[in-house]
């Protein structure tokens, strides 16, 4: 059903998989080419392909609640164009039914006409509709404009990630770093790895990464599990002497993407995090894939030592839409 009167020329309506997706790839495509990261393009390179591949006659009987894909949500279309999308994912978790937000996207040379406000409370409006609790969003701290609209519309910030990535070669650690020795992860580190992973991934971020703190755990079951799925994961643990300081896993999680998944504490990220990031990318064929991501604003320093960048730093937001937001 259009969101506006039809006489308008300009409506929101459900994608329709079968015939919108080549559409909206472009669109989404053009519009964050500049800041697409290995994960956006791979995600892109999977609209495409069920565009052309998939049984999309079959998946337009879908909605964001039984789609087996992440591609569901609403476009803007005008004049027989589509000019704006936003896609909704649904996430049960807990008995929480929680959606995400992504791809809020508009041709450039329609913005500034309010079409990402209403887009989005057409979102929130059918994430009510359909019993949501919560609404999570990202939006990179360096777009105050986009901020501001999801602030006014009942969004609240509630943390800061940073993905950082190689620009060019890894550096070698400094000379302090000598007396910390990496070697494979040992199955007693495991407890102390569980509880870091908890503080550095904690489950409402978790939700919305490629990670699942289970696949972690040492034990015979999950490495058959993982020949059996074909999931690479490896693990890493530095020391200095008998102290554990920082574990790392690398799981590849597509072509263009291997994440890095960092353990420590505060007190020693500073040198456990340089030495575990030179060791493993020294010893992978592809350094440049290493994604990692972390709380904003901490291990700046040591992320930076060993030659990393940060990609950008995005602003999770929450809403819940059972309570109306204020009028103000």
Known sequence: MPFLPQNTGIHIRPIHLRKDLNEVADLVDACFADHMDAEGRAYLQNIRRLGKEGNSY????????????????????????????????????KEKNIYFIAN??????????????????????????????????QVREDNPVAIHLYESLGFYEITRRTNWGFDHRPQNPTQELNAIKVKPRKEES???????????YPEKVTWFLPFQLSKHEPGVLNWLSRWLN?????FWEAKEGERLLGLASLEVINPF??????????????????????????????????MINYPAYR?????????????????WMENNPSFPKNSD
């Open 257 to 290: 993407q291997d994440y890095l998944w960092l353990a420590t504490s505060p007190a020693y990220e500073g040198i456990a995090i340089p030495a575990l990031i030179s060791f493993i990318a020294r010893r992978v064929c592809h350094p440049n894939k290493i």
């Open 58 to 93: 079959y998946l337009d009987a879908t909605s964001p609640e039984t789609s087996p894909v992440p591609f569901h949500g609403y476009v803007w279309v005008e004049n027989g164009k589509i000019i704006g999308n936003i896609t909704l994912i649904y996430l049960r978790k």
């Open 230 to 234: 074909t999931e690479s994961i490896q």
């Open 104 to 137: 809020v996207a508009v041709d450039s040379q329609y913005r500034g006409r309010g079409i990402a406000r209403q887009m989005t409370e057409r979102a929130i409006q059918h994430v009510r509709e359909h019993g949501g609790k919560s609404i999570i969003l």
């Open 299 to 315: 291990a700046v320093a040591a992320f930076q030592a060993v030659g990393m960048k940060e990609l950008n730093t995005l602003i």
């Open 190 to 200: 495991w407890n102390q790895e569980k509880k870091w992973l908890e503080e550095i």
